[in-house]
DNA sequence: AGCCGTATCAGCCAAAAGGGTGAGAGACGG
DNA sequence: CCGTCTCTCACCCTTTTGGCTGATACGGCT
């Protein structure tokens, strides 16, 4: 039985130490590095060959974890990317599957199922935990509830609380343009307001 | 020199199993219990006497940290508490200060960081993260920016999206005070618009 | 007693947002 | 080649929101 070897890329020490512990408790498991941002993560990939790299999503500055899978991903590295995060939103689990992600685990998934999640990606088997499968097979089942690319970046800028005005000059389309998308938004999230759509889309997706 | 005991309270296994780690580093601490939710770290300290309590304030479902914290206080236990947790939003540290907190630390703090703060707690030391503290600060530097305890309330149904007359509905008074409220609160966020209102306010104030 | 902060309400007016309909231009796949 | 999606824009009309001014009432502090 070969060992499985592991990167661990979190910004918080307390989780890397927390996750080098537990996966010490396995023998077919080791975590040969560390990495506390994208950037670094980076670097220990050209230097250290990793089956497995497990890593966090939001990690504070620079690079964010989205990013990171895709540039491991565009540098041909072979290792299965496993996510390992806190929040569980619709918009992340779908950018980071689409960017690389083997799998996509919470941080309070029970130590068994984070063993079982790693020994999957190396033989590449996709995991995830049950509340993020449910929440990618909500969005499968409801086409109609996906928003365009356009739509969801009107609604990333109106989360920062732009006007209709605003969002016009930001997009560089008119302000009829944009009533139009917002209606759309607002049909697909189930809202009448932009009011609620920001407050559904700031809880729904994570927009922070 | 006599050894500190600390009780762990957090829902993430991870986080806890890399807080242990990192205490057990230090000669003169030891975790003598954890727990995953409020409710059991009550049952804990009911049993085992432990000089600091490390908190994380949010944990899933069941009651919150504040609550914890608040409960903890009541029932007399002379324990001091650290939070410690990921997000540094204004309420949360207000809040949990004024449940009767020792420190507030975030998950990315140094390692030194963390053990100082709690060998300050047991002395009855407050020590907080920098930026924590120039959150604070600036608090206490602009009171004209406190919200009133009814701005607040509204505030945050205001989050859930509502329009003035269902706030009005929900609050036992009348549109036209609804907008009163609403103007002063806009007024003291910097804002002109309910949405930038709700964009700050969710962003600032952790209201998830 | 007088002042201030808080909470309550009213009316007026202008600006913004929402709802409905219709429609043209590209892109993409069957 | 046709249908469907997506993105774009316009017009009309209603509702909502925001800005302003002013007013009453209660509690606490000086």
């Given at each position: 039985m070969s060992v499985i070897t592991v990167l661990l890329v979190d910004d918080h020490l307390v989780v890397r130490s927390g996750l080098r512990a537990l996966l010490g408790t396995q023998p077919d498991m080791a975590v040969v590095a560390e990495a506390a941002s994208g950037e670094e993560a980076l670097q220990r990939l050209e230097h250290d060959a990793v089956a497995v790299v497990v890593m966090d999503l939001?990690?504070?500055?620079?690079?964010d974890g989205i990013e990171a899978i895709r540039l491991i991903r565009e540098r041909n590295h072979s290792q299965a990317i496993l996510v390992f995060t806190t929040y569980d939103s619709d918009a992340d689990i779908v950018r980071a599957v689409d960017a690389g992600a083997m799998g996509y685990l919470l941080k309070d998934a029970a130590p068994d199922e984070i063993f079982a999640a790693i020994r999957g990606a190396v033989q590449g088997k996709s995991v995830m935990s049950a509340p993020v499968a449910s929440r990618l097979f909500q969005q499968l089942r409801n086409p109609d509830e996906i928003l365009t690319p356009r739509e969801a970046e009107l609604l990333s800028l109106l989360t920062q609380g732009l006007s209709n005005r605003e969002l016009g000059k930001r997009l560089f389309i008119s302000e009829a343009t944009v009533k139009t998308h917002l209606a759309h938004i607002y049909a697909k999230l189930g809202v009448d307001t932009r009011a609620a759509a920001i407050a559904t889309a700031i809880r729904r997706e994570g927009m922070r």
């Open positions: 939001a990690m504070g500055a620079g690079m």
